[in-house]
């Protein structure tokens, strides 16, 4: 069964950057989208960033220009890159791939998720 597994969160001043990774412990198809979501107590689980098949980026309001997300294809891992943190930034990060399933079934991959929490 495939299982994905987000690394890299912490506790980090404002100002500093964590990095967080994610990997697949099976192997996946037909991947047509990887992206980052967080949910801090509360409030609703929102996008981070996500990359699609053909490389194109797309980023939360919160978080242009100061996150960046890639991915390693031949890998199927995701990366975040967090500059500049700010304590609104502290929520529960989850990594999500986007699978084609054979006969088109979507099918929605989802990690663990990972603690990041930024102190002022």
């Known amino acids: 069964q495939v299982q994905l597994a987000e690394s890299g969160g912490g506790l980090v001043q404002a100002g500093g950057s964590l990095r967080l990774s994610c990997a697949a412990s099976g192997r996946i198809f037909n991947i047509n989208a990887m992206g980052w979501y967080r949910q801090a107590p509360g409030k609703q689980r929102e996008l981070v960033a996500y990359?699609?098949?053909?490389?194109?980026?797309t980023y939360g309001d919160s978080v242009k220009g100061r996150f960046t997300i890639s991915r390693d294809s031949a890998k199927n891992t995701l990366a975040l890159q967090m500059n500049s943190l700010i304590p609104e930034d502290t929520a529960v990060y989850y990594c999500?791939?986007?699978?084609?399933?054979?006969?088109?079934?979507?099918?929605?991959?989802w990690g663990t998720g990972t603690q990041v929490t930024v102190s002022s």
């Open positions: 990359v699609t098949n053909g490389g194109s980026t």
């Open positions: 999500k791939f986007v699978v084609i399933a054979p006969g088109n079934y979507i099918v929605n991959y």
